[in-house]
Every structure is written in C-alpha cells, then in structure tokens.
C-alpha cells in the first residue's frame, strides 16, 4: 500500500511569490490533515478535510493559506503572497474513520518550504 | 489556548542506557496521547500510543506511562539502540476529535 505523499519535497521562493504544495493520501483515506513545523517548534495542525469539506480550518494562519481538496482526493495548500514567516515544514496526514475511535494519522514526508 | 510541553529539547545516551521523554497538556478533555518518531527525510511515524483510561502501556523497549490527574505523560525507551536516534513527538487529541496538539519534539542521540 502506498503512503502518504507530498510534492514538492523541497521549495524555495522569494517573498510576495505563490508556491502550491501537493498531498496525495492514503488511498480510501477520507480524513486529510495539513500540519506546519517551524524550525524547532512544535508540530502545528492547520486544518481537516472530510473527503471535499473543511471539518476544521482553526489553525490557518491567515487568508493567504488556501487549501482545497476538490473531489475529495488529493488535497493543495496555497500560499499566497508568501512571507518570509511562512518558511518551514509542511507535512500532510490521512486516516480512515472510525466510529467513535482516535483513528491512526500517517503523515507524508513533508514540504520545506523557504521563503527568501 | 491548548499547549503540549515537551522536555527536554535534546537527549544523548549511551547505547544500552535508558531515555525518557516528558510531556504536559493543558486541555482537561484531551484522553488520547500518541508518540511519533520522525527519522531522517521522513514524516512522523506512530510508534505507540495511550489512552486515558489506561495508566501504562508496553511494547517491546518502549512504555508510556500516563497521570491524568497531573496532566504528565512520558515516553520510555529502555536499551536504546543507534537506530533509535531520531525527533520523538508527543501529542495529544480527543476521543472522536481529530485535531492533534503536538509538542515541539526531543531530538533523541543514542551515542555507539
């Protein structure tokens, strides 16, 4: 089975440009999260997709971060205009549901993200 | 807000000697707390996880122990081997919920 993956592994821009990140979950997978790691700080969540539906987008920073995940497969994460503060490891997850249940989240490898 | 504390940032051990890894939340309906081990290049891994209901758990050279009272839980690697070196993350969720507060992870050296 394949895992979780993301595109590109690695990004470098300059500040006030877009860069879009690519997630493909596991597949059969209706849960999809994104997560951003900044340089030694904690593992933030960003938000949770229920196949094609925001189940949760508290975490997003700002209305520069846009994802979407249309059709309820692969998901991406816009930056838009990017800011220097934006630099950082972008990991994407996906886990089944099950009722009632914490559901076993896989991540992908990530995207880092520099923004210059 | 809700906050997981990770401590310490940085641990080396000898090979063969124990680690342990601490973590405290702040959410009182948190009642699942899994660990995750990230090696090189890779995402984070799940490697064992607890539930509220249960004060320890065991699997092979790793336990979690779990004071709901004290909002602690730890991480416990007993014989510790070189592939074990990795950033160790706790974390914590609710049952049914599925945002997941991580901490800010334990870079973990085992020394041969």
């Known amino acids: 089975e394949a895992g979780v993956t993301q595109f590109p592994s690695h990004s470098v821009i300059e500040k006030g440009q877009t860069v879009t990140l690519r997630c493909d979950p596991i597949s059969g997978h209706d849960n999809l999260y994104w997560y951003r790691r900044v340089m030694g700080k904690e593992i933030k969540f960003l938000l949770h997709f229920v196949k094609e539906s925001k189940q949760d987008e508290s975490g997003m920073p700002n209305n520069r971060f846009l994802a979407e995940r249309t059709g309820g497969t692969y998901s991406t994460l816009k930056v838009q205009p990017a800011e220097l503060e934006d630099s950082g490891v972008y990991f994407c997850?996906?886990?089944?549901?099950?009722?009632?249940?914490?559901?076993?989240?896989?991540f992908g490898p990530g995207t880092r993200l520099t923004v210059l | 807000g809700e906050n997981v504390e990770q401590h310490p940032s940085t641990l080396s051990v000898q090979e063969g000697d124990s680690a342990v890894i601490k973590c405290t939340y702040s959410d009182s309906a948190s009642n699942y707390f899994p660990w995750y081990k990230q090696e090189l290049g890779k995402g984070p891994q799940l490697i064992i996880d607890i539930r509220s209901n249960v004060g320890e758990k065991k699997d092979q050279r790793i336990a979690v122990t779990l004071n709901k009272t004290a909002k602690h839980f730890s991480l416990h690697i007993t014989e510790t081997q070189p592939e074990d070196s990795a950033v160790y993350f706790c974390a914590a969720s609710t049952t049914g919920g599925f945002k997941t507060i991580f901490g800010a992870g334990t870079r973990l050296f085992v020394k041969a």
């Open positions: 997850a996906s886990s089944k549901t099950l009722q009632g249940k914490n559901n076993e989240q896989f």
